[in-house]
């Protein structure tokens, strides 16, 4: 009798959820007594929470703080707060689609608790499948709100003073679009006016659950960031090995042939994203990647400053190429 390994157990729970996850009566029953039967296991019910996320990204706020009264909080701060929000994510979302003007189709909609809200940009609708009126709106292409949502919800998530990510913090700003940067600021001043600490996560299946908490620091810290008008931006090119990417933080890790050194950089595109995934599929070849290094002056950086890096190509390595060349 053949013993599942954790890994190959975990792999087969997703591909039951995957193949009942259709939406149809009798699947939905099945897939209900599936998730039923592992409640109790953390790790089990992670993954039923990944693997059931939607389609579309959806970023979940909950706000607390001594300014937030049971289920009340300032109602201009928390309108401006959701205003800005949504306008960043239109920004981005609009310049990178190369438009003047665009409509957009994000939601936002309150959840159970104390004061929270949840935006969600909407499930994927086929081209063929639209009305003539529609064909100018966002969700003509599935991902565009996704992946602008997501940027921010990664954004919040590595502000936090401490967090695994806050080295990437000046690199994800780097990549936003200028106004969108300005709308950003005055949706953290909401935050740093209420001294609001913010709990929440970005979800999206294929993509996984992405934590956010943000205090009154790590706001502070955000604004900072994205205030900063000049940063330095030198091209680095070196050959290493990639040791591992999180598609919901956009983000890989690159360990540099000869020195060793470990850099966390951010991944700037969807696309990209597919071919470091691909590359690291073979954890031991080594690729040539090139990144831009940016480089900040400010306070608590040193003289050095402090640096983040935003990757810009990743290839393989040709097999003969030695350490060095």
């Known amino acids: 009798m053949t013993t599942l390994s954790p890994a190959d157990g975990e792999e087969r729970f997703r591909e039951a959820i995957r193949t009942l996850n259709t939406g149809e009566y009798a699947a939905d029953l099945a897939l209900g007594s599936l998730l039923a039967s592992v409640q109790g296991n953390q790790r089990y019910e992670y993954i039923a929470r990944e693997e059931t996320a939607p389609r579309s990204g959806e970023m979940d706020l909950h706000l607390e703080g001594v300014e937030v009264i049971g289920h009340s909080a300032n109602a201009a701060a928390f309108g401006e707060f959701v205003k800005k929000m949504a306008d960043s994510v239109k920004i981005i979302t609009r310049e990178r689609a190369g438009r003047k003007r665009m409509v957009s189709d994000l939601l936002v909609e309150p ?74 600021v005055a949706a953290v001043k909401s935050i740093t006016s209420q001294d609001w600490q913010i709990r929440g996560e970005f979800r999206q299946r294929g993509l996984g659950i992405q934590p ?67 590359l690291s599929q073979d954890e031991a070849h080594r690729v040539i990647a090139s990144f831009t290094v940016i480089t900040t002056h400010g306070p608590g950086a040193g003289d050095a400053g402090s640096k983040s890096y935003i990757l810009e190509s990743v290839r393989a390595a040709p097999v003969d190429l030695k350490l060095g060349e």
């Open 212 to 278: 956010i908490k943000v205090s009154r620091a790590g706001a502070a810290r955000l604004k900072i960031a994205l205030q900063v008008r000049e940063r330095e931006h030198t091209p680095w090119t070196a050959t290493g090995v990639l040791d591992g990417h999180r598609r919901a933080r956009s983000l890989c890790w690159f360990i540099e042939d000869g020195t060793g050194r470990e850099v966390t950089a951010v991944v700037p595109t969807p696309e990209l994203m597919v071919e470091v995934a691909t």
């Open 111 to 184: 959840g159970p608790g104390s004061v929270r809200v949840i935006f969600r940009t909407p499930d994927p609708v086929p081209l063929g499948g639209l009305d003539e009126d529609d064909r100018q709106r966002v969700w003509s292409d599935p991902n565009s709100q996704s992946v602008a949502l997501q940027q921010v919800a990664q954004l919040l998530a590595s502000a936090e003073p401490g967090s695994p990510d806050e080295t990437s913090v000046d690199g994800l700003v780097e990549t936003l679009p200028p106004r969108a940067r300005a709308t950003l």
